[in-house]
């Protein structure tokens, strides 16, 4: 995953990584799809915070991706080259305008 190590050569894509492909990318590689092994690797790569909340709201349930989600949030993700997003609530307001302009696009 590209990160700001200095490289000059700008990122192919920017992604913003749901948790299912955080977890296989990072921890389980070989569950990430194609297209992921091919975009990942040259890309600027964002993460929210909110797929760290949703892995301790499924601690300890059945199908949880990861056992213990903070010590795998620190090894994993705490590190150069991934940018870790808050959640604000202009940020969830625009979430919202663009799943309704996608049902909209859905429904033409």
Do not use: C, Y
């Amino acid at each position: 995953m590209h990160g700001s190590t200095g490289s000059k050569t700008p990122p192919a894509a920017k992604v913003l990584m749901d948790t299912h492909a955080l977890v296989w990318a990072l921890s389980e590689p070989e569950l990430l799809s194609a297209e992921g092994h091919r975009l990942l690797p040259d890309s600027e790569v964002a993460v929210s915070v909110a797929s760290l909340w949703e892995l301790l709201l499924k601690k300890g349930k059945p199908g949880a991706l990861v056992a213990d989600p903070l010590p795998w949030w620190e090894k994993f993700v705490l590190r150069p080259g991934i940018r870790v997003l808050g959640i604000r609530q202009s940020r969830v307001i625009a979430l919202g305008r663009l799943a309704f302009q996608q049902v909209l696009m859905n429904e033409r």
